[in-house]
């Protein structure tokens, strides 16, 4: 997992801690001793072996298999503070509680879109889980223009099970505040609140601008009705608990198959306006998609339809199955003819202006994403950035005035064409 996908580039080590794993063998008796009941053959296998494969900016990740990798699970261990850059970034713990305690609320809501949890030890703040190896990330997937079918379809599912359970027409009132406190993350949520909502839109020291857009950045700096309106949804961020939000649904944190779905690393879940996942998820769709308006020119108009019909499929899958669920609410007040409607309506108007944050702070923030990174020729890149950055003004300007998805795809439609 990374802070919101990347960090300062530093080679500062982090000092060791008593309960870190000492070595491989600590790492295998460690996840042997936990998925004996869940994985026997795990368990029980002869000989494992370990690697390192988190990309180390925060967490520790280890991949524990056989030789033949026929059996294997993944450890994750969390460090109390960011582990690229040591003691001088400090990170509560309670965050990998957090994540163990969101993947299993999931895997209740939707267990075939999420890695199987088998244990987290709260002393070792450590997570053993399914290993997902035979997905890829969704970025390389995007990149390299992989047909997924169902991926809208999960995705709504997955949006739409998560947010409705955790949210006040589901839960009664006490379950409801005791676990909006069990989930106050605070730490997770001020590296979001600083690199979603203040460092894009203004000079900060942590961005990362394309010298090509400066201009472009130095205009958007100094719009204070865009301003007005981040600020805005920065508050509802900060003050509405309506739902157990993933808090980091972009598209490096989910894996695929042409066939399968599945969503990772919730160590920033917490308990915010539902609207922040859907924007989230949806602005990575469109973040590739201004990506291949810039990549082999107009051959790629093809996968640019399927990426907009998976933000259309996931709305309205999302909707569909949401207003299923409102109906049979426990509170007689929200299971009144219209109030899913009107929760839809705020949820789409949030999701378009969180959208917009999104794809502003991917594209002159710290957070760059692969898609548009891996664009080799200079000015195509620009194009693609400034075309991300331009569609995301306009969305969180219109976020009211976009009244349903027909209105919000001919939106995104113009700006890519």
Not at 74 to 102: F, H
Not at 124 to 153: C, Q, T, W, Y
Not at 291 to 320: D, M, P, R
Request: charge should be negative; hydrophobic fraction near 45%; include cysteine.
């Amino acid at each position: 997992m990374t802070v919101q996908d990347t960090l300062v580039d530093t080679s500062a080590p982090a000092t060791s801690i008593a309960y870190q794993f000492r070595d491989d063998a600590d790492v295998i008796a460690f996840a042997r001793l936990h998925v004996a009941d869940q994985y026997p053959a795990f368990a029980q296998a002869a000989a494992l072996q370990v690697e390192e494969i988190g990309d180390g900016n925060i967490n520790y990740v280890y991949r524990v298999c056989t030789p033949d990798r026929l059996a294997s699970v993944i450890v994750k261990q969390g460090l109390p503070w960011v582990r690229i850059i040591g003691e001088s970034w400090p990170l509560s713990l309670v965050r990998v509680r957090i994540e163990a305690e969101t993947l299993a609320f999931e895997a209740e809501c939707a267990a075939d879109l999420v890695p199987a949890l088998y244990h987290f030890d709260d002393a070792r703040s450590a997570i053993v889980m399914e290993d997902i190896g035979d997905h890829r990330n969704l970025r390389h997937a995007f990149i390299e223009k992989a047909a997924l079918p169902f991926l809208g379809e999960h995705m709504g599912r997955f949006l739409a099970t998560t947010l409705y359970r955790s949210s006040d027409l589901a839960l009664d009132a006490h379950n409801k505040k005791a676990r909006v406190a069990r989930f106050i993350n605070p730490d997770q949520c001020k590296i979001t609140e600083d690199l979603f909502f203040l460092d894009p839109f203004c000079d900060h020291e942590r961005n990362s601008i394309n010298p090509a857009l400066r201009s472009d950045a130095e205009a958007l700096w100094s719009d204070q009705q865009l301003k007005v309106e981040v600020a805005e949804l920065k508050l509802r961020f900060l003050s509405t608990p309506e739902a157990l939000l993933h808090g980091d649904l972009h598209a490096g944190s989910i894996f695929v198959r042409e066939d399968s779905t599945k969503i990772i690393d919730p160590e920033f879940a917490f308990f915010g306006p539902a609207g922040f996942d859907i924007g989230s998820w949806m602005a990575g769709l469109w973040l590739a998609a201004c990506a291949h308006t810039e990549l082999e020119a107009g051959a790629n108009k093809g996968y640019i339809e399927q990426l907009c019909a998976h933000a259309v499929t996931s709305w309205e899958a999302f909707a569909t199955q949401y207003q299923a669920q409102a109906v049979t609410s426990i509170d007689a007040s929200f299971a009144v003819a219209g109030v899913a409607e009107r929760c839809l309506q705020r949820m789409l108007s949030d999701a378009i202006g969180y959208a917009g944050c999104e794809l502003v702070r991917r594209t002159l923030g710290l957070a760059h994403v692969l898609e548009l990174e891996s664009i080799s020729e200079e000015g195509a890149r620009a194009k693609a950035e400034r075309r991300a950055l331009a569609l995301g003004r306009e969305l969180i300007l219109q976020r009211h005035a976009l009244s349903d998805m027909v209105a919000l795809d001919a939106t995104i439609r113009r700006h890519l064409s």
